[in-house]
């Protein structure tokens, strides 16, 4: 059974910095796909990053250049700087691994930044 745990999320002010974890169990993160996706008050989910197995990683064009994500495979976790946030990255933010066709969520953490 997958489990992904998700820490990290707050409110913080425009400008500032967030680091959101995502600890994997059932899931191996460097063989598998991983992302965050965000949903915004009144908006679709969306994909905000992903990292594939091979490492290779993409964007959403309105977070490039300033949210990094990254996975440590000791720990099995994945992780999501975001950096030089603004108050339209407010969100649930929420990980997401898939594994052979089978995908799983993790719960989801409130980023809320202020201006």
């Known amino acids: 059974q997958v489990q992904l745990v998700v820490s990290g999320g707050g409110l913080v002010q425009a400008g500032g910095s967030l680091r959101l974890s995502c600890a994997a169990s059932?899931?191996?993160?460097?063989?598998?796909?991983m992302a965050w996706y965000r949903q915004g008050p009144g908006k679709q989910r969306e994909l905000v990053a992903r990292?594939?197995?091979?490492?290779?990683?993409n964007y959403a064009d309105s977070v490039k250049g300033r949210f990094t994500i990254s996975r440590d495979n000791a720990r099995n976790t994945v992780y999501l700087q975001m950096n030089s946030l603004k108050p339209e990255d407010t969100a649930v933010y929420y990980c997401f691994g898939s594994s052979y066709g089978r995908d799983s969520w993790g719960q989801g953490t409130q980023v809320t930044v202020s201006s």
């Open positions: 059932g899931i191996i993160v460097s063989i598998n796909t």
């Open positions: 990292i594939r197995s091979g490492g290779s990683t």
